[in-house]
């Protein structure tokens, strides 16, 4: 892979970093692609058409987000205004990267010395699947490499990364004790006194190093980190925190401790050709001991036979060690096609992205996953899921989508009941419906299949918040911040909960800490400014609303909230510049969420109107009418409690 020089900087092409002086610059995915595109075109203008097909294939964008992204990328180049050291716009055409540019490539280490030199326990004669113990893994790098030279060798991922993981580590123990110390524990108190064993998966070591085959090992982990979840009495840690790991130095006791947690389960994967030779291993966080290993070689097209034997051990040696813990209803093992199952994986591995044009990637993922076996019940549950997700978020249309979110749900419920994610994406369902009873029945259903289902959790408590039930909430997002521990998700809805609570300046300090972790994690900006904007602090909001935009891409809905914020800040100009926009866009534009931008510029016969027509298209942002403040100034108005009433809200 290559690595490009020019000025301070380095970029690391295979590993994705930009680097200054060896030191890590924090750039936006899409602006890195960028980059990358304009130094393997160095010297060459690049159209701006051809940047959006190759950053943003097969996905229609508008140039804004080319010109936010180049404007993000000078900044962490440092080009102050007017100034282009390294980027050059042409004006009506492109692009084009000026600068002398120095390109080699990274050393390629041997099979064996990317493998630890030491292996205190072993189960396997393959030096590339022997298991880890509790020893810290790093490759063989000469003492004398700079920080660069180590983070431009290909095969030696841990070294320069684990920089990085021990600063975003301190940073989470920061936010941890902050938790802990300044009255907030009861958020984030466990009730480990309910379980007798707690586990971490962390995520697979794709050994062959082929960026094709993440998704295997990533695949992998997730399913046994799922099929763990649904034993009883036991904590399984959510893929969010234990990913966290993912290609980082690896110490076991450390993270377990991190995660809390008393045992760990570590494995590596190497495809050869047709063939599959994976190693597994059961480690005691405590001490670091070794408690089971496991070799196993088989081809590829048995690698879903292949997972839930994996599972089906580590669930029993699991149990022989836990006091009447018994594994929940197991859902059916039904016949599935590998095909179905590889695209299943590879779905989990674009949606675990958590970028628009990456889930509509899953989102295909998942379509072609049921065309290959319309009765693989897990495929129809999860293709429903993110459905649901896009179209929730105003990326889809909800007219076009929620009957086939419908469909799959159902389908995969009558091929089988006990599924936890089908039960979850119909909670979903009848949540959108208004249908609050049930989808309060469904979601619990859910739970009560798979305990560890945090995102249940997360979304029990979204629901909770929409219904009043705020203490509720807060409990539930608790619950699903201790499975998802090192989420800075899980941490950011802590925020949300507190602004829906109107506990404002307890919002803005815990988002405050959540940016010192990342500064780039737009959730928190988003928080952050509905926190000050609940305030009345309406420049610090749209300050934070930008930011929010800058590091999450925009959205009619970012667009309608960063419009009712200037309008309170009195630059009713910009208000309606935005609003004209979004009442002219071929985009999807929530009528419930237009009505919040009504509302903050005073028009609330236009405001009634929009809701009114949320109300005749059944529009999924009405469920948080009587949790969003922006609409507290309308409350006492005859027509909001009439529409509260025939929403079922009050």
């Not at 090992?217 to 036991?234: C, F, K, M």
């Not at 896009?390 to 469909?407: I, M, N, Q, T, V």
């Not at 995102?455 to 998802?484: C, N, T």
């Amino acid at each position: 892979m290559s690595i490009y020089d020019f000025g301070p900087f380095s970029v690391d092409a295979h590993r994705r970093l930009l680097l200054r002086e060896g030191a890590r610059v924090r750039l936006p995915a899409k602006a890195f692609e960028i980059l990358l595109v304009l130094l393997e075109e160095n010297g060459r203008l690049v159209e701006k058409d051809e940047l959006l097909k190759r950053v943003w294939p097969d996905v229609v964008v508008e140039e804004n987000n080319l010109t936010v992204n180049i404007s993000a990328l000078r900044k962490s180049l440092e080009e102050s205004p007017g100034e282009h050291r390294y980027v050059v716009t042409v004006p009506g055409r492109g692009y084009q990267f000026v600068a002398e540019v120095h390109q080699h490539y990274a050393d390629e280490l041997s099979d064996e010395a990317e493998l630890p030199s030491q292996i205190t326990q072993s189960v396997s004669s393959d030096p590339q699947l022997m298991p880890r113990t509790q020893e810290v893994w790093t490759s063989e790098v000469d003492a004398s490499h700079t920080d660069t030279d180590q983070a431009s060798s290909q095969n030696n991922r841990y070294s320069y990364s684990s920089l990085l993981v021990v600063a975003a580590l301190v940073g989470t123990a920061i936010i941890v004790a902050y938790f802990a110390y300044s009255g907030y524990s009861h958020y984030f108190a466990g009730d480990d006194n309910k379980r007798n064993g707690s586990i971490a998966v962390l995520p697979f070591v794709n050994m062959g190093g082929d960026p094709d085959a993440e998704y295997l090992s990533d695949g992998i982990s997730e399913s046994l980190i799922n099929t763990l979840s649904e034993l009883r009495g036991v904590k399984v840690i959510a893929s969010n925190s234990s990913f966290q790991y993912k290609n980082k130095e690896i110490d076991i006791q450390k993270v377990a401790s991190e995660l809390g947690v008393e045992e760990i389960v570590t494995g590596r994967v190497l495809r050869r050709g047709e063939s599959l030779l994976i190693s597994v291993e059961l480690v005691n966080g405590r001490d670091g001991t070794h408690l089971w290993g496991e070799q196993y070689d088989r081809k590829a097209t048995d690698l879903f036979g292949l997972q839930s034997q994996i599972s089906r051990t580590v669930v029993e040696k699991l149990r022989s060690r836990l006091t009447a813990n018994q594994p929940t209803q197991r859902t059916k093992q039904l016949s599935v096609d590998p095909r179905a199952y590889e695209m299943v994986l590879k779905g989990r591995f674009y949606l675990r992205k958590q970028e628009v044009d990456s889930q509509n990637k899953a989102l295909e993922y998942y379509k072609q996953a049921v065309e290959i076996d319309p009765n693989y019940a897990l495929a129809n549950a999860e293709l429903a899921a993110t459905y649901i997700v896009l179209y929730g978020s105003s990326f889809l249309d909800p007219k076009e989508f929620r009957p086939k979110a419908e469909a799959a749900t159902y389908k995969a419920l009558e091929l089988d009941d006990n599924l936890a994610e089908a039960h979850y994406a119909l909670a979903a369902l009848k949540q959108n419906n208004w249908e609050w009873a049930s989808a309060e029945r469904e979601i619990l259903r859910a739970l009560e299949l798979n305990p560890n289902l945090a995102d249940g959790y997360r979304f029990y408590s979204y629901y909770l918040m929409v219904r009043g039930r705020f203490e509720e909430s807060v409990d539930a997002a608790k619950r699903a911040h201790e499975l998802d521990p090192l989420s800075l998700a899980a941490s950011a809805h802590i925020v949300n909960c507190l602004n829906v609570a109107r506990h404002y300046d307890e919002a803005i300090e815990l988002s405050r800490k959540i940016l010192e972790l990342d500064h780039n994690f737009a959730p928190a900006h988003y928080s952050l400014a509905g926190a000050y904007e609940g305030k009345g602090l309406y420049l610090d909001a749209i300050y934070e609303r930008q930011e929010s935009i800058k590091f999450g891409g925009d959205s009619p809905s970012d667009q309608i909230y960063l419009g009712a914020v200037y309008a309170k800040a009195g630059d009713l100009k910009t208000a309606h510049q935005i609003l004209k926009r979004l009442e002219t866009s071929k985009d999807y534009v929530s009528p419930g969420e237009l009505a919040v931008l009504y509302t903050s510029l005073g028009e609330r016969d236009q405001a009634f109107a929009s809701l009114e027509k949320a109300y005749a298209a059944h529009d999924l942002q009405l469920q948080f009418l009587g949790a969003d403040s922006s609409f507290d100034s309308l409350r006492e108005d005859p027509r909001f409690k009439d529409l509260m009433h025939r929403i079922g809200l009050t």
